[in-house]
């Protein structure tokens, strides 16, 4: 049921309007989230990610996240990492807790630990984010001519 689908796509995926491009990746991440091994729907998922149309990008993204296939959890990461000010980065979000909500389940302690190493991720981020915005500054400053002492 999926293969025809791949194989159209696959020959010639610009030959589709993006909205139907588009339905045609989430409508292969649902049906390839059926399977036993979902890594070759991952597979034909992944290029799309860096398609050059906004629609089709982010209904790649949120195939990956419909598929339930952890191993694309790093590249949505990727995504994520700009943040919900970013269309992407807020549908790669949304994906990624699609994604996690499907995991098999774990113990309360070993979810516990995961949010706390999310938290200090973000948290990282951020301080490297002001880190680099004080060096900056520090060295503005530092180019900038000092008047002269009377």
């Not at 590249?75 to 269309?87: E, V």
């Not at 994906?95 to 706390?116: D, H, N, W």
């Amino acid at each position: 049921m999926l293969a025809p689908l791949v194989r159209l796509v696959q020959a010639r995926p610009d030959a589709f309007p993006s909205r139907v491009l588009g339905s045609a990746l989430r409508t292969g991440g649902r049906l390839g989230a059926l399977r036993d091994d979902p890594s070759s729907v991952r597979e034909f998922i992944e290029p799309f990610l860096h398609d050059a149309r906004p629609p089709v990008k982010l209904a790649a993204i949120g195939a990956l996240g419909d598929l339930g296939d952890r191993r694309a959890e790093a590249l949505l990461s990727g995504y994520a990492a700009h943040g919900a000010a970013d269309r992407y980065g807020k549908a790669a979000e949304g994906a990624l807790e699609k994604l996690r909500s499907r995991a098999p389940l774990v113990p309360a302690e070993v979810k516990e630990l995961r949010g706390e190493v999310r938290r200090l991720e973000d948290a990282q981020r951020k301080l490297l984010e002001k880190v680099d915005g004080l060096e900056k500054r520090l060295q503005s400053k530092a180019q900038a001519p000092t008047p002269p002492t009377p």
